[in-house]
């Protein structure tokens, strides 16, 4: 496609459940980036790779967040026992070779009941 | 610790008028700057950037100035369109690496256009 896109766009999971957002980038894009937006705020970095490998995932709030990106296209969030503070829109963009204009998918909106 | 801060939360201008948004930041190895928009239900959209280098970047309506002593930023628009009606997201990056460009956002201003 044209743009990212990130499956689901909604996801409702009870606490304690294992999640998994999946981002889609701009074919031909190196760079993919997450990020989580909670309300009223602005979004908030996680992680970042660059290729395949995890260039910085310094915003990775906790070990119970993990992300992939086994072939340096399709990536993965991958978040273990939810908790409600985990809900949020999650925002994946990607650009090319890490340039600064990225390009944003509609997100996934998280759920924690 | 908040490194770039937006601290008006919403603005109302007139149609027609000029929108001016406002933001500031703390880390002065902040070399790039960004403006994103975003409407409801989508990801933020990049609209207009500038460089630690220059002080006014323009593209159409929308002009960035940017204050490197006082560590601030502005967007303006003018004239000012019902369309411009969104959230507008302050953004700062440091090229640290050659290939990194981690993104630091603002908390957002919402902007409403009234008729």
């Known amino acids: 496609g044209a743009g990212v896109s990130q499956t689901p766009s909604n996801k409702v999971t009870e606490k304690g459940k294992y999640v998994e957002l999946r981002c889609d980038p701009i074919s031909g894009h190196t760079a993919l980036y997450w990020y989580r937006q909670s309300l009223g705020q602005g979004p908030e970095f996680l992680i970042y790779?660059?290729?395949?490998?995890?260039?910085?995932d310094s915003g990775l709030p906790n070990d119970r967040f993990f992300a992939v990106r086994p072939e340096g296209s399709v990536s993965t969030l991958k978040i273990q026992r939810t908790e409600r503070g985990d809900s949020a829109v999650y925002l994946c963009?990607?650009?090319?070779?890490?340039?600064?204009?990225?390009?944003f998918g509609s997100g996934t909106r998280l759920t924690v009941v | 610790d908040q490194q770039v801060k937006q601290n008006s939360p919403s603005l109302s201008v007139q149609e027609g008028r000029i929108s001016i948004l406002n933001c500031d930041y703390t880390?002065?190895?902040?070399?790039?700057f960004l403006w994103y928009k975003k409407y409801p239900a989508e990801g933020p959209t990049f609209l207009i950037s500038?460089?630690?280098?220059?002080d006014k970047n323009e593209d159409g309506r929308f002009t960035v100035f940017l204050n490197k002593s006082a560590k601030h930023l502005s967007l303006h628009i003018v004239p000012s369109q019902p369309g411009d009606s969104a959230v507008y997201f302050c953004?700062?990056?440091?090229?640290?690496?050659?290939?990194?460009?981690?993104?630091?956002f603002g908390s957002g201003t919402r902007l409403s256009i009234r008729p």
């Open positions: 963009a990607s650009s090319f070779q890490g340039g600064r204009g990225y390009t």
């Open positions: 500038i460089s630690s280098i220059k």
């Open positions: 790779f660059q290729g395949t490998g995890a260039a910085d």
């Open positions: 880390n002065s190895m902040f070399d790039y």
């Open positions: 953004a700062a990056s440091v090229q640290a690496h050659s290939s990194a460009s981690k993104i630091i």
